[in-house]
């Protein structure tokens, strides 16, 4: 079993930051991608930002400049750094990852989701 728990979302104000994390555990072989996505009222699912193994980082066009991407691999964990943000910037948050169980089975896991707003 292997669980994706995330952290960190609130409301914030235009121009404010926000740090996400969400960390994986349980039977974990190793752990490929890892990626934020967010899902805001009335719109489909995003991806945000992507990173590998070897920390190369993509992100969504509307995010380049402002967030960033991070990983420990040795903690299993991700993190989003949301800086400069933008009422539209508020959504739901998911943390996404490819992880692998055994050495050849790999499965796609997704987390709680958090809510980030952003409101003056």
């Known amino acids: 079993q292997v669980q994706l728990v995330e952290s960190g979302g609130g409301l914030v104000q235009p121009g404010g930051s926000l740090k996400l994390s969400c960390a994986a555990s349980?039977?974990?072989?190793?752990?490929?991608?890892m990626g934020w996505y967010r899902q805001a009222p009335g719109k489909q699912r995003e991806l945000v930002a992507i990173?590998?193994?070897?920390?190369?980082?993509n992100y969504v066009d509307s995010v380049k400049g402002r967030f960033t991407i991070s990983r420990d691999n040795a903690k299993n964990t991700v993190y989003l750094q949301m800086n400069s943000l933008k009422p539209e910037d508020t959504a739901v948050y998911y943390c996404?990852?490819?992880?692998?169980?055994?050495?050849?089975?790999?499965?796609?896991?997704w987390g709680q989701g958090t809510q980030v707003s952003v409101s003056s």
């Open positions: 349980g039977n974990i072989a190793s752990i490929s991608t």
């Open positions: 990173i590998t193994s070897g920390g190369i980082a």
């Open positions: 996404n990852a490819r992880i692998m169980i055994t050495t050849t089975m790999m499965n796609t896991y």
